[in-house]
T-cell receptor, first 109, second 112 residues
Framework: AQRVTQPEKLLSVFKGAPVELKCNYS??????LFWYVQYSRQRLQLLLRHISRESIKGFTADLNKGETSFHLKKPFAQEEDSAMYYC???????????FGSGTRLLVRP | DSGVTQTPKHLITATGQRVTLRCSPRSGDLSVYWYQQSLDQGLQFLIQYYNGEERAKGNILERFSAQQFPDLHSELNLSSLELGDSALYFC???????????FGPGTRLTVL
């Protein structure tokens, strides 16, 4: 079955440190991968999608089909990056999103 | 607000009751999605509508039903409520089914 795994429930780093939020997926077809972010008291919003291959707020994510991963990275974390991050998969035959369980990123001053 | 709106924000009810959650998509968006976020199950897709027609179904219980009206707003009906139905229910919308989904603020349902 299709699945998205985010192994870390909580990731705590200091300001200025590099960040990597892990995401692995299981799907044999052509997936579309996304990262969504939810800041405190705000709605879920799209951060990145792999097909656009862009950097948003300093974050990047590369789809690695060999390792079935889509890890989210930022070289220097900022306090305002503290939020809940969800990795999501959309299968090529469907439009629904399959979400991981989320990782809470806490950036300490 | 030109984004996705959901009403009510909070809903507290008792087991066995029936509730209706409402979602208004962004202007111009034809596709509406419902998701349930609970502590033990995470964020799970329930159902999708496109221009009034059901397009995809996820882990939606038979006690739950939804519809999308001609003005494109959608309602999620939850009946015979159980304690385990307590969750955040999100609605999302997109222009077409393959475009970016924009999420609403959610409705927090508490079943006592």
């Amino acid at each position: 079955a299709q699945r998205v795994t985010q192994p870390e429930k909580l990731l705590s780093v200091f300001k200025g440190a590099p960040v990597e939020l892990k995401c692995n997926y299981s799907y044999s077809g052509s997936p579309e991968l996304f990262w969504y972010v939810q800041y405190s008291r705000q709605r879920l919003q799209l951060l990145l999608r792999h097909i656009s291959r862009e950097s948003i707020k300093g974050f990047t994510a590369d789809l690695n089909k060999g390792e079935t991963s889509f890890h989210l990275k930022k070289p220097f974390a900022q306090e305002e990056d503290s939020a809940m991050y969800y990795c999501a998969l959309r299968m090529d035959s469907s439009y629904k999103l399959i979400f991981g369980s989320g990782t809470r990123l806490l950036v300490r001053p | 607000d030109s984004g996705v709106t959901q009403t009510p924000k909070h809903l507290i009810t008792a087991t066995g009751q029936r509730v209706t959650l409402r979602c208004s998509p962004r202007s111009g968006d034809l596709s509406v999605y419902w998701y349930q976020q609970s502590l033990d199950q995470g964020l799970q897709f329930l159902i999708q509508y496109y221009n009034g027609e059901e397009r995809a179904k996820g882990n939606i219980l038979e006690r739950f039903s939804a519809q999308q009206f001609p003005d494109l707003h959608s309602e999620l009906n939850l009946s015979s409520l159980e304690l385990g139905d307590s969750a955040l229910y999100f609605c999302a919308s997109s222009v077409t089914a393959s475009n970016e989904q924009f999420f609403g603020p959610g409705t927090r349902l508490t079943v006592l």
